[in-house]
């Protein structure tokens, strides 16, 4: 069936490095969403992509949709401590369900 | 405001006995789903409902019933809780197929 690969399932960085976290899909997607879940928390909407070749800022986040509709990408430039958490890709399957990653959680090391 | 509703936020339970978790969105959304999270981990769709009277299964679905008699209430019932029930359980609801999902707060259970 219908999956997606995230990776990496962790990722530990400094304060101040960069952060990505990557989705590949099997299928060409309709489209992909992103979500954050911070620890303990509940995961939160952050973007959805729709345009091969897309990319979308929101401050220091940068979103990518690849030009095949296969793949997609976060980017986080020069993290901070309120970035800690697991970013979620989700895409549809052709019933219009959301089939997730299984998420990669950022670290922060201390 | 707008919100989506969880309750209880956590549960401590017997083995064997019925519970419902509460679910109330203010949105006006027609789509509502029930998710199973062990933390950390992705999520797993138990049910779903594109409207009232209307209710879908999904990969977990087995050990729990659903129902949709209003819009803004999507309350989900194990009929005999076991412990390996253990987890968080979140409510999530969106206007359309083409919109992200607003979750709720969650409920964490715990079967002794």
């Known amino acids: 069936g219908q999956q997606v690969m995230q990776i990496p399932q962790y990722q530990h960085v400094q304060e101040g490095e960069d952060f990505t976290t990557y989705c590949n899909s099997s299928?060409?997607?309709?489209?992909i969403q992103w979500y954050k879940q911070r620890p303990g928390g509940h995961p939160v909407f952050l973007i959805q992509?729709?345009?091969s070749g897309e990319v979308k800022k929101q401050k220091r986040l940068t979103f990518q949709f690849g030009e095949a509709k296969k793949n997609s990408s976060l980017h986080i430039t020069a993290t901070q401590t309120t970035d800690v958490g697991t970013y979620f890709c989700?895409?549809?399957?052709?019933?219009?369900?959301?089939?997730w990653g299984a998420g990669t959680k950022l670290i922060i090391k201390p | 405001e707008a919100d989506i509703y969880q309750t209880p936020r956590y549960l401590v339970i017997g083995t064997g006995k019925k519970i419902t978790l509460e679910c109330s969105q203010t949105?006006?959304?027609?789509?509502m789903y029930w998710y199973q999270q062990d933390p950390g981990m992705e999520l797993h769709l138990i049910h779903y409902s594109y409207g009232v009277n209307s209710t879908e299964k999904g990969d977990l679905s087995s050990e729990s019933t659903v129902s949709r008699i209003r819009t803004e209430h999507f309350p989900l019932t194990l009929e005999s809780a076991r412990p390996s029930h253990t987890s968080q359980y979140l409510c999530?609801?969106?206007?359309?197929?083409?919109?992200?999902?607003?979750f709720g707060s969650g409920t964490r259970l715990t079967v002794v």
């Open positions: 299928t060409t997607l309709s489209n």
């Open positions: 949105m006006g959304h027609d789509k």
């Open positions: 992509l729709v345009k």
């Open positions: 999530a609801s969106s206007p359309g197929q083409f919109y992200g999902y607003t």
């Open positions: 989700a895409e549809r399957d052709s019933n219009y369900q959301l089939i």
